[in-house]
């Protein structure tokens, strides 16, 4: 299936006419504006829009992208990602790998003491992780894909307070990196394997969202301390593509820092929460 068409039709859906100042119509059988509607409010002709939909029209200029951008009412994010569909469309395949994190970086992660901190890549697998860090996780981070414990492990959905926002941001996150690496084959397999074994996973990827997090709320039902309610800040790696570090603390004289507290001291003497349920499957190394 073409992206950039199906991008545009899923955003075209969600659109209410009366937002873009078309009285609504009991007869409206279409969820969101019609493809005329579009064209006409975005100035391109209908039949040149509705090529675009059905992925036969190449090479729309920047000036129809941002009409287009403006009508949908994309916000910077997903205007970001749809100018990139349109230029992947006559690229070259753009691919991906995982670097080896760099001795400096790992160094920094174990500075980082009461705080859980990690590295991830693109596909949202753990490259490096402190000590706190492996016991969020109740295991050794590194190699876990978080999209794959997340919507296929008991252990995922145990450990996730919420996780309806965990699948959101998760599935939004591995759209924009399908828009950013389309020649990605380890990408690609993972999000096939998601879409195989996970229902929930496969009703998302349709709605064609994509998100990105730079900080937020992270909470946790973890099996040693029990509610863990964290502040996650993201920060990109310019020097290896769409890789990040995640570093999540508590405030001081707050519960979450003395379970935070707590967990170390687990860690420190060598005890280690047990997690039940089945083990996360190993597949290409995540």
Request: aromatic share 4%; with cysteine; charged share 25%.
């Given at each position: 299936?073409?992206?950039?068409?199906?991008?545009?039709?899923t955003r075209r859906a969600r659109v209410?006419?009366?937002?873009?100042?078309?009285?609504?119509?009991?007869?409206?059988?279409?969820?969101?504006?019609?493809?005329?509607?579009?064209?006409?409010?975005?100035?391109?002709?209908?039949?040149?829009?509705?090529?675009?939909?059905?992925?036969?029209?190449?090479?729309?200029?920047?000036?129809?992208?941002?009409?287009?951008?403006?009508?949908?009412?994309?916000?910077?994010?997903?205007?970001?990602?749809?100018?990139?569909?349109?230029?992947?469309?006559?690229?070259?395949?753009?691919?991906?790998?995982?670097?080896?994190?760099?001795?400096?970086?790992?160094?920094?992660?174990?500075?980082?003491?009461?705080?859980?901190?990690?590295?991830?890549?693109?596909?949202?697998?753990?490259?490096?992780?402190?000590?706190?860090?492996?016991?969020?996780?109740?295991?050794?981070?590194?190699?876990?894909?978080?999209?794959?414990?997340?919507?296929?492990?008991?252990?995922?959905?145990?450990?996730?307070?919420?996780?309806?926002?965990?699948?959101?941001?998760?599935?939004?996150?591995?759209?924009?990196?399908?828009?950013?690496?389309?020649?990605?084959?380890?990408?690609?397999?993972?999000?096939?394997?998601?879409?195989?074994?996970?229902?929930?996973?496969?009703?998302?990827?349709?709605?064609a969202d994509v998100r990105t997090r730079?900080?937020?709320?992270?909470?946790?039902?973890?099996?040693?301390?029990?509610?863990?309610?964290?502040?996650?800040?993201?920060?990109?790696?310019p020097d290896v593509t769409g890789a990040?570090?995640?570093?999540?603390?508590?405030?001081?004289?707050?519960?979450?820092?003395?379970?935070?507290?707590?967990?170390?001291?687990?860690?420190?003497?060598?005890?280690?929460?047990?997690?039940?349920?089945?083990?996360?499957?190993?597949?290409?190394?995540?």
């Open positions: 299936m073409d992206d950039l068409a199906d991008f545009l039709r209410r006419p009366e937002s873009v100042g078309i009285r609504p119509d009991s007869r409206r059988r279409v969820s969101g504006l019609r493809r005329e509607e579009v064209a006409h409010l975005s100035g391109v002709s209908v039949d040149y829009y509705v090529r675009l939909e059905q992925g036969r029209a190449r090479q729309p200029s920047v000036q129809v992208l941002d009409a287009l951008a403006r009508v949908l009412g994309l916000d910077d994010v997903e205007r970001e990602h749809l100018h990139r569909l349109a230029r992947r469309a006559v690229g070259e395949p753009r691919r991906a790998t995982s670097a080896r994190p760099r001795p400096g970086l790992l160094r920094v992660l174990e500075l980082i003491a009461d705080a859980p901190a990690f590295l991830i890549d693109h596909r949202l697998t753990v490259l490096a992780a402190n000590r706190l860090g492996d016991m969020i996780y109740s295991r050794p981070a590194e190699g876990l894909n978080i999209a794959r414990h997340l919507f296929l492990t008991e252990e995922g959905r145990a450990l996730f307070a919420d996780w309806e926002n965990c699948a959101l941001d998760v599935v939004g996150h591995l759209r924009l990196a399908a828009g950013r690496c389309p020649g990605d084959r380890e990408l690609a397999s993972l999000i096939g394997e998601l879409a195989m074994h996970s229902e929930r996973f496969r009703q998302l990827w349709a709605r730079t900080h937020g709320r992270k909470a946790y039902h973890h099996p040693a301390v029990g509610h863990l309610e964290l502040h996650q800040e993201n920060f990109a790696l990040e570090l995640i570093i999540q603390s508590a405030a001081p004289g707050t519960a979450a820092h003395d379970s935070l507290r707590l967990l170390a001291s687990l860690g420190a003497t060598g005890r280690q929460a047990p997690v039940a349920g089945r083990p996360e499957r190993a597949t290409d190394g995540a």
